[in-house]
């Protein structure tokens, strides 16, 4: 069976720090994988979204970045935290069907605070 | 890009009451369209989804949800809801062929005893 692996579940970072937020996806391969960040009153953000090794899609420009090194990997990154990066950040992953989406499977979360 | 709206921010009702829960889109081709649920503590999971055919689909624990491709809606209902359905819920698109999947801002759904 499939399982998402997200880490760490919190995580306090002082302004100006450098983020590192890991996701690993095991038993598929060639998944889609997401970031996304949830904040009470606005849903879920999609952030950026990978269908393959090296190919990231960014929907909302700000002061974060991922990348996705090996198939089932899914790293979101930031040089420099902000205050307004704090959050719940979820990875999840899903198949392909007919060429979209299918099923999101999601990630258990990393609660981030930027002091 | 696509966009969801949904209006009900937080619904309280008591137990056996039905329960409809509003989702609109905003995007002019063709669209799959899901519902994904978040129980107390629990991870986000899909609760049903639309991908084509019979307009009206039905999910887990008794819910079923109805696209109407003229409103561009994709709304949410149960006839009679429980305790254990209070849960926040999120309505969700994509369009056909696309792999980036935006979510609406959720409802809260508080089910009294």
């Known amino acids: 069976s499939q399982t998402i692996h997200q880490w760490p579940a919190t995580l306090v970072q002082p302004v100006g720090s450098p983020l590192s937020l890991e996701c690993t996806v095991e038993g598929t391969s060639n998944p889609n994988l997401y970031w996304y960040r949830q904040a009470a009153g606005r849903g879920l953000q999609l952030l950026f979204y990978?269908?393959?090794?090296?190919?990231i899609s960014s929907e909302v420009p700000q002061n974060l970045s991922a990348s996705r090194p090996q198939d089932r990997q899914f790293i979101l990154s930031s040089k420099k935290l902000l205050l307004s990066d704090s959050g719940f950040y979820l990875c999840?992953?899903?198949?392909?069907?007919?060429?979209?989406?299918?099923?999101?499977?999601f990630g258990s979360g990393t609660q981030l605070s930027v002091l | 890009a696509q966009s969801v709206s949904q209006h009900n921010h937080h619904v309280i009702l008591s137990e056996a009451a039905s329960l409809e829960l509003g989702c609109n889109y905003s995007y002019g081709g063709t669209v799959n369209l899901f519902w994904y649920v978040q129980y107390p503590g629990q991870h986000l999971q899909l609760l049903l989804k639309?991908?084509?055919?019979?307009?009206l689909v039905k999910g887990i624990k008794g819910f079923e949800a109805e696209f109407i491709k003229s409103k561009f809606s994709f709304n949410l209902r149960k006839p009679s809801v429980q305790w254990s359905d209070t849960a926040e819920y999120f309505c969700?698109?994509?369009?056909?062929?696309?792999?980036?999947?935006?979510f609406g801002t959720g409802t809260r759904l508080t089910v009294i005893p």
């Open positions: 969700a698109v994509n369009a056909l062929g696309a792999n980036n999947l935006f």
């Open positions: 999840a992953w899903s198949r392909r069907y007919g060429g979209s989406a299918e099923k999101l499977f």
């Open positions: 639309y991908f084509s055919g019979d307009p």
């Open positions: 990978s269908v393959g090794i090296g190919q």
